[in-house]
């Protein structure tokens, strides 16, 4: 069984940075996070693979980062430049299929940890 557990969420003003973690068990192939902000749909915002691949949603390209430590147990996701429109509670996600990608059907999900950004 797959556990993903977030932290790190909080609340910053526009332009501030945060730094997500994910403790996962399990060695999946494909990692990611998503996002969903209230009365709008999850969207994906990036994933890396075991190898170290990785993808991102344009809208946070250039701005956030993901990687994970070599022993692949936790993911992180460094976030700069932050907008108001990132507000949102950030999701964990993991599926052990090849390739990766954001479009895939995730089987494990986080609880998720709030992130607020004030203009």
């Known amino acids: 069984q797959v556990q993903l557990v977030e932290s790190g969420g909080g609340s910053v003003q526009s332009g501030g940075s945060l730094n997500l973690s994910c403790s996962a068990t399990g060695n999946m192939y494909c990692m990611a996070w998503f996002r969903q902000a209230p009365g709008r749909e999850r969207e994906g915002v990036g994933s890396?693979?075991?190898?170290?691949?990785?993808t991102y949603a344009d809208s946070v390209k250039g701005r956030f980062t993901i990687s994970k430590d070599n022993a692949g147990g936790t993911l992180y996701l460094q976030m700069n430049s932050l907008k108001p429109g990132d507000t949102g509670m950030y999701y964990c996600?993991?599926?052990?299929?090849?390739?990766?990608?954001?479009?895939?059907?995730?089987?494990?999900w986080g609880q998720g940890t709030q992130v607020t950004v004030s203009s």
């Open positions: 996600a993991a599926v052990d299929v090849f390739p990766c990608a954001l479009w895939r059907r995730f089987l494990y």
């Open positions: 890396i693979d075991r190898a170290g691949g990785t």
